[in-house]
């Protein structure tokens, strides 16, 4: 489903991303770890090219994203085919980033409505099953500030989800909740992996990893230092900086 290939990204003579290579496979769940500014973030922005890589590229369902391979070499794409194809990754922010004057029915249609042509009445109808599906039936009429940080994310999810994306990305997904909200934000993740949707995961939560995913990759210095199955990275790590990383957040 996902293919990267020697992405590399800097700001100015500050290198982010040096020369990633990675594979997610369609249905997979891959865990980004790694210290701050270890390239996490910048990764995901890549993959749905709110970041324009330097070099390298990424490939979503056989797609170059962002670009078109003609002659040999890769070409960029206009804004509206890029948003085209971003309309099928969807992304959730450590922020929950909903719109504060819409209920949280019209911020899940808003994009299936004007993005995708989906008649009003038919969203609605899907947004109400998600709402379901992360537990928020009832709330449909609510604004965000009547909703807990964990209620507000959930609705993220779901608003992710009214696009029906081929793939999921979650930065950081329960950064900025209290800490008794956190369970319920990874509970309808969990359930998302269940389900078979393909995942890149940024998180801290080593127990959420080994639990959830397929593929734990630890970065640092925008590089992949170690990658592998949860139970191997998580207990055995091979790399020095990995070990020392594991051994402060466990």
Known sequence: MVRVRGLRKSYGQHTVLDGIDLDVPEGGVTVLLGPSGSGKSTLLRCVNHLERPDAGFVEVGGEIVGHRHE????????????????????????????????????????????????????????????LRRVGLEGRAAAYPRQLSGGQQQRVAIARALAMEPQLMLFDEP???LDPELVGEVLAVVRDLAVSGMTMIVVTHEIG???????????????????????????????????????????
């Open 208 to 250: 959420f990893a080994r639990e959830v995913a397929d593929t734990v990759v630890f970065l640092d210095g925008g590089r992949i230092v170690e990658s592998g199955p949860p139970g191997t990275v998580l207990t055995a790590p091979r790399h020095e900086r990995a070990r020392a990383f594991l051994s402060a957040v466990l």
């Open 174 to 176: 329960t950064s900025a």
């Open 71 to 130: 002659g040999g070499r890769l070409h960029e794409l206009r804004p509206r085919a890029v948003t085209r194809q971003r309309a099928r990754i969807g992304m959730v922010f450590q922020q929950f980033n909903l719109f504060p004057h819409l209920t949280v029915l019209d911020n899940i249609t808003e994009a299936p409505v004007a993005v995708r042509g989906i008649p009003r009445k038919q969203a609605a109808a899907t947004a109400l099953d998600l």
